[in-house]
């Protein structure tokens, strides 16, 4: 079940950061929801790249779940493979109200 694959994919974060550099919400069809606009993981990806060129480095990433949508694997799976690849740490408060860190698995 997804569930499964969240506990699997995420540890408890040892410590939580006061704020985080940005904050996404789970939009439907494994999409995020950024201050109200739906973002691919691709756009989203894009995004981060942006703002670390522009001065503005994003270290902490959190995802929430969405007004209508639980977070879902596929949420967590794209963070995580953006977050290695920008090296960000993503952090993930999950559908029982737990702020996770989002575990980087490096594809061998």
Request: aromatic fraction near 4%; avoid cysteine; proline fraction near 3%.
């Amino acid at each position: 079940s997804d569930l499964n694959d969240i506990k699997n994919s995420t540890h408890d974060a040892d410590n939580v950061p006061a704020s985080y550099d940005l904050s996404v919400k789970a939009d439907k069809d494994g999409q995020f929801d950024f201050d109200g606009a739906t973002l691919t993981a691709e756009d989203l990806r894009g995004h981060i790249r942006y703002l670390n060129e522009t001065g503005h480095p994003v270290h902490a990433i959190l995802l929430v779940p969405g007004e209508k949508e639980k977070i879902k694997n596929t949420h967590v799976a794209a963070l995580a493979s953006i977050s290695r690849d920008l090296k960000i740490t993503a952090y993930v408060t999950d559908n029982d109200g737990k702020t996770k860190v989002i575990t980087i698995v490096d594809d061998k």
